[in-house]
């Protein structure tokens, strides 16, 4: 399989000398959850937080409201395995009060959406969070993290050609 970081020019940051698996398996001891494999392999391939050098972006399953005009979602930043910011740690204990136990951040989106996997089907969920309480706020990206991985692109710097819809804007103070 190719590696994921030949796919995807990224930058690492936040990393540390410690042992990233190690890492992974005591957050999946303390939350009681199993982490997809895939994205296992990618957290202790980079050994920190996950910053893309260009745009990646996925089309989702379910509409979220959030897709830009071709239908995708830009990828910010994948968490990495260690207890920071950007840490799958400091994300689940950030959000536990508005993200069910069952769900599991592991990437920022830009604006404050997330992306999530549900810890009993392996499903990668996008987290809308300007969704009012009571209301639906998870989407249904991908079945599973390589079905995710698998919708991943590179978006060239150039804009999409035709029509988006907008022609003409005037503002006038």
Known sequence: MQ???DKFPAKV????SGDPEKDLQDFENQFNSKIP????DILVEGAGAIVFDKKVSFKPLESTGWEGPLGTIALSTIFGPYNNDFGLLSNKLTYADRLSNSVTP?????GGNLLCYEEQTGRILFWDHEAP??????F???ENFSEFEATLKVEDDQPPSGNLGVVKVELKF
């Open 3 to 5: 590696k994921f970081f």
């Open 13 to 16: 940051f936040l990393q540390s």
């Open 37 to 40: 494999q895939r994205l296992r």
């Open 106 to 110: 592991f990437a920022e989106l830009g």
């Open 133 to 138: 309480p009571g209301e639906r706020n998870l």
């Open 140 to 142: 249904l990206v991908a």
